[in-house]
């Protein structure tokens, strides 16, 4: 059974006809060619388009490997248009194409309206994006969210929320039953995306200095990181020639393949943002648990980094904020509100307590301050006016934060 991903269509049906380039973006397998390639295309179908004004190419098929090629690529796409009107152009793993920034205007221009997907923000370089001359809107795909998660799965709501915990959002391991076709698929995976991928596109010769960073990025999930303090970790356990431009460079390629996401720090008070220490949260927690075998799931920081892509999903602004000499998880805003928001797995210890509200202290700007627990309860209204909404309430309910 397929899995509909009804707020990406929406978002695809508003670009539609619009004259900007639609650029689907996102870690391998999240489910970008489904998306585009099944149910934006069953969507056209059904408003009336006919099948021969979509076409469709996928650069990673065998047998259209040899369309990797603009001038061929462009050929054929050409040739595939018989008619005069408006075609819609579906191009999956365009990165395979060099320079095809011109192939793309030359497309749009002439009346097509245009879909590409790739698997690497480096094709959304500044000189791409000038190269598309701003006709472009980035439509950026993420693994299952619980709420997409749970209403495949069904079932219990808490045995949903932990084989999320333990596997991830990825939709194959979703339409799953077997759990040891799960671990054996996200190893896989994740041996291709980390390992495979970036280790083959920036030509690294030292593959294992790689491949310990990264397994520092999964081991901290929500710590404060630099490339400096995880260089010198590094060099404490004998990797004495690694610096932290090497270190950052890998932490760049991690982000480029969606991997990881960076989040900055902002300071409230000096309402500026820090240069140094920021956060990383991995796309998909199955794939950090593949690569630690599953030792090291710490459920305060699995949660934390289930919240940060929840609200990222949502069109939020993220950030890491700093008030004071107290650290808030996030600052959330977008165009009509901001939300201070802790997490915690439970506030029902009184110093856990203390230390996630003292966070909020002596910030009387109005915005909300909210602590995300999964706590079950029906107190929702702490002291100085702050307010706790259950973890899976806040994912099942868009509107959760707005109606806290």
Known sequence: MLIERPAYLEKLKRYKDKDLIKVITGVRRSGKSVLLFKIFYEYLVRSGIEKNRIIRINLENEEERHLRNRERLYREISGRRTGKGRYYVFIDEIQYVEEFEDLLNSLKNNGCDVYIIGSNSAMLSGDIATALRGRSIEIKVYPLSFAEYFSYVKGDKREAWNSYVRYGGFPFVAAEDDDQVKTEYLEMLENTVATKDIIDRYHLRHPEVFNVVYD?????????VSAKKISDTMKSSGYKTVTPDTVGNYLTYLCEAF??????????????YLKTLNKYYIS???????????????ITHALENIVYLELVRRGYSVD??????????????????TYY?????????????????????????????????????????LENGYRKINALDFLLNEKALEEA
Request: with cysteine; hydrophobic share 30%; aromatic share 12%.
């Open 216 to 224: 520092y990025l999964c081991s901290n999930i929500g710590s404060l």
């Open 259 to 272: 991997l990881f996401y960076k989040v900055y720090r902002y300071d409230i008070k000096g309402r500026e």
């Open 284 to 298: 998909d927690l199955g794939l950090g648990n593949a690569h630690l075998n599953y030792r090291q799931i710490e």
């Open 320 to 337: 890491i904020g700093k008030n004071r000499e107290k650290e808030i998880d996030f600052i959330a805003r977008d165009s009509k509100d």
């Open 341 to 381: 928001l802790q997490v915690s797995y439970t506030l029902a210890d009184k110093e856990v307590r203390e230390r996630e509200l003292s966070s909020f202290h002596r910030l009387d700007d109005g915005y909300k301050k909210i602590v995300i627990t999964m706590d079950d309860d029906p107190f929702g209204i």
